[in-house]
């Protein structure tokens, strides 16, 4: 079975320097050790690139090998015949997706990049820092190996009847790992060797905001209801706030959200996100949702000091619905790390959080949240 990949959350880098100044104790002492083991093992990690052996015909409809490719995960082929249809079975992944690379390389990239800004960070070892430059070079700036600012043939659905042949705005949500990286990057800032290539890093998230803010695909996320819509947004404000700390643009988009956007993802009465839970897996994407939500929730906490976890009832509405999930045959450690941010924010009164988060790590999923990965969130929580 083995630790799952945890979710992006958003790292607050008040925390992290808070936790620095500590220093670690007998509550984290164990976190720091996993972090550094992570750290050393990202060292050996990469490079990462989407082009890296990437053949007709599965490159982009474009040509070119830099534009990011990713197939719709859960639409199949009518027939064997070359001018088929494909139509969508929900929850069941056609496998064959498998053959692009290009969102295992991003998220590669992401996860090692997001150890060893933080191994830098703690422990000032500026191999870490070397290596972290090393790779966004190769990602974002070498014009031999770098990716394109755009998910135009993102989540692309194969067949005849895609007449357009570009990707859907499902594709967002293959790049949400940007993010995090957007998210780290500035614990790299005391290492002088970052400024060789800060320029050109921010020009490519600049580039690939304006095209999240103006291309037809881009845009329909940002019309979705569902978590597409939501994850959209995560980007767009963690660009943003990467881009231009000291504006209001990035915070405002958040209220915006949780003032226009939430409510009618949510039922008011019950806290289901009736898109989610329609789903062949509920859990899984009501979890999947609930996760961007809190993600902006902890950027607007730590950008303009709102506490939307006590100004807006919504999130431990939607949270209280999926503590109702339990059962031996299902796993619900996917919902577990929600539910822990969710409870370091509010008043679990009736103990259901708790209950819930007891029962993710006493079941016989409980592997899956297990792991160093899943160990070192205590630094900025």
Same mark, same amino acid.
């Given at each position: 079975?083995?630790?799952?990949?945890?979710?992006?959350? @958003?790292?607050?880098?008040?925390?992290?320097?808070?936790?620095?100044?500590?220093?670690?104790?007998?509550?984290?002492?164990?976190? @720091?050790?996993?972090?550094?083991?992570?750290?050393?093992?990202?060292?050996?990690?990469?490079?990462?690139?989407?082009?890296?052996?990437?053949?007709?015909?599965?490159?982009?409809?474009?040509?070119?090998?830099?534009?990011?490719?990713?197939?719709?995960?859960?639409?199949?082929?009518?027939?064997?015949?070359?001018?088929?249809?494909?139509?969508?079975?929900?929850?069941?992944?056609?496998?064959?997706?498998?053959?692009?690379?290009?969102?295992?390389?991003?998220?590669?990239?992401?996860?090692?990049?997001?150890?060893?800004?933080?191994?830098?960070?703690?422990?000032?070892?500026?191999?870490?820092?070397?290596?972290?430059?090393?790779?966004?070079?190769?990602?974002?700036?070498?014009?031999?190996?770098?990716?394109?600012?755009?998910?135009?043939?993102?989540?692309?659905?194969?067949?005849?009847?895609?007449?357009?042949?570009?990707?859907?705005?499902?594709?967002?949500?293959?790049?949400?790992?940007?993010?995090?990286?957007?998210?780290?990057?500035?614990?790299?800032?005391?290492?002088?060797?970052?400024?060789?290539?800060?320029?050109?890093?921010?020009?490519?998230?600049?580039?690939?905001?304006?095209?999240?803010?103006?291309?037809?695909?881009?845009?329909?996320?940002?019309?979705?209801?569902?978590?597409?819509?939501?994850?959209?947004?995560?980007?767009?404000?963690?660009?943003?706030?990467?881009?231009?700390?000291?504006?209001?643009?990035?915070?405002?988009?958040?209220?915006?959200?949780?003032?226009?956007?939430?409510?009618?993802?949510?039922?008011?009465?019950?806290?289901?996100?009736?898109?989610?839970?329609?789903?062949?897996?509920?859990?899984?994407?009501?979890?999947?949702?609930?996760?961007?939500?809190?993600?902006?929730?902890?950027?607007?906490?730590?950008?303009?000091?709102?506490?939307?976890?006590?100004?807006?009832?919504?999130?431990?509405?939607?949270?209280?619905?999926?503590?109702?999930?339990?059962?031996?045959?299902?796993?619900?450690?996917?919902?577990?790390?929600?539910?822990?941010?969710?409870?370091?924010?509010?008043?679990?009164?009736?103990?259901?959080?708790?209950?819930?988060?007891?029962?993710? @790590?006493?079941?016989? @999923?409980?592997?899956?949240?297990?792991?160093?990965?899943?160990?070192?969130?205590?630094?900025?929580?």
């Amino acid at each position: 079975m083995g630790p799952r990949k945890p979710e992006v959350e @958003y790292i607050s880098l008040r925390k992290l320097q808070l936790q620095k100044q500590r220093g670690p104790n007998d509550t984290t002492k164990e976190a @720091y050790h996993c972090l550094e083991r992570l750290a050393n093992n990202a060292l050996k990690s990469g490079p990462f690139s989407i082009t890296f052996g990437k053949q007709p015909p599965h490159v982009a409809p474009s040509g070119n090998v830099h534009d990011f490719l990713s197939y719709a995960p859960y639409w199949w082929p009518e027939s064997n015949s070359s001018n088929t249809k494909y139509v969508r079975k929900d929850g069941k992944r056609n496998p064959d997706i498998g053959v692009l690379k290009d969102q295992s390389q991003l998220e590669s990239i992401a996860e090692s990049l997001t150890f060893l800004c933080l191994g830098y960070y703690f422990f000032n070892n500026e191999n870490y820092a070397i290596h972290a430059v090393s790779l966004l070079d190769t990602f974002f700036i070498n014009q031999r190996t770098c990716m394109n600012p755009n998910l135009n043939y993102a989540q692309l659905i194969r067949g005849v009847q895609n007449k357009t042949k570009l990707g859907r705005g499902e594709g967002v949500i293959s790049s949400r790992v940007l993010a995090r990286i957007a998210n780290v990057l500035p614990l790299l800032e005391t290492f002088n060797g970052y400024y060789i290539l800060k320029q050109h890093i921010i020009n490519w998230f600049r580039a690939y905001l304006s095209w999240l803010q103006t291309s037809p695909v881009a845009l329909e996320a940002a019309r979705a209801k569902n978590n597409i819509h939501t994850w959209y947004i995560v980007q767009v404000t963690s660009i943003e706030q990467f881009l231009n700390p000291l504006s209001s643009h990035a915070p405002n988009l958040v209220l915006k959200f949780f003032n226009e956007s939430l409510p009618k993802q949510l039922d008011s009465k019950t806290g289901n996100q009736p898109l989610e839970s329609k789903r062949a897996k509920p859990l899984h994407y009501l979890a999947f949702n609930l996760q961007a939500i809190i993600f902006l929730a902890e950027l607007a906490k730590n950008t303009i000091g709102i506490d939307i976890y006590r100004a807006n009832n919504s999130i431990q509405l939607a949270t209280r619905y999926i503590t109702n999930f339990t059962g031996k045959d299902q796993d619900i450690t996917e919902a577990a790390r929600c539910v822990e941010i969710v409870l370091s924010g509010i008043e679990d009164q009736d103990n259901c959080c708790r209950r819930f988060i007891d029962a993710c @790590y006493h079941c016989k @999923y409980t592997e899956k949240i297990s792991g160093p990965k899943n160990a070192i969130h205590i630094l900025w929580s």
